[in-house]
């Protein structure tokens, strides 16, 4: 069993949707919780990224946490065309020096 | 102020032969991991230099080596490569401790015929 679960996808949505993206872990040790983005032949950039339990929110974005269920997800209102990218959630634990545990990625495709 | 720069962008090499890939470190950090990423797969650590030493291992066979040098750039090695180690190849940089300060380079492309 892989450490962090993502559905593949793809997704995809019309320009304006909501979007859920989902990962669920087995690690009941990982504090720290994050979102990348990655485009075609790019690196992954930092979206968003929690610490323990809870919601956060930055612009369209919104990360949630719930350590209970052991799921995190990623909600995009407003979709745009540009939000078309693979997406990536990461985790770590407390003393382990940026050794992430990423999710396969799920791929969106936001549609004009 | 440039991000983290790896070379080359592609390469293709034959099983068997050795590979070294670089990586320049953002700006001001000063600790540099590898990534390894399948196709159509999560990056997979494979291992992290600080204060030029290896601090941290994923689970990649020792053909899988590094360095990381005094102006903190990194170079990973693979010897004796499989046609399982084509893959995108991604370098982080971060401050030491920073969860959330990783910037990635756009990779390089190994294919191995």
């Known amino acids: 069993q892989k450490e962090v679960e993502q559905d593949p996808g793809p997704l995809s949505v019309p320009e304006g949707a909501i979007v859920s993206l989902n990962c669920t872990y087995s690690n009941s040790a990982f504090q720290y919780f994050m979102w990348y983005r990655q485009y075609s032949r790019k690196g992954p950039e930092l979206l968003m990224y929690t610490y323990s339990s809870g919601n956060k929110e930055d612009g369209r974005f919104t990360a949630q946490v719930d350590k209970s269920s052991k799921y995190i997800s990623l909600f995009i209102r407003d979709s745009q065309p540009s939000d078309s990218a693979t997406y990536l959630c990461?985790?770590?634990?407390?003393?382990?020096?940026?050794?992430?545990?990423f999710g396969s990625g799920t791929k969106l495709n936001v549609k004009p | 102020d440039a991000g983290v720069t790896q070379s080359p962008t592609h390469l293709i090499k034959t099983r068997g032969q050795q590979v070294t890939l670089r990586c320049s470190p953002k700006?001001?950090?000063?600790?540099v991991s590898w990534y390894q990423q399948a196709l159509g797969q999560g990056p997979q650590f494979i291992f992290q230099y600080y204060e030029e030493e290896e601090r941290q291992r994923g689970n990649f066979p020792d053909r899988f080596s590094g360095h990381q040098f005094p102006n903190y750039s990194s170079e990973l090695n693979v010897n004796a490569l499989l046609l399982g180690d084509s893959a995108l190849y991604l370098c982080?940089?971060?401050?030491?401790?920073?969860?959330?300060?990783?910037?990635f380079g756009s990779g390089t492309r190994l294919t191995v015929v």
């Open positions: 982080a940089s971060s401050l030491v401790q920073d969860h959330y300060g990783y910037t």
């Open positions: 700006s001001g950090h000063d600790t």
């Open positions: 990461a985790m770590d634990l407390t003393d382990n020096f940026n050794k992430f545990y």
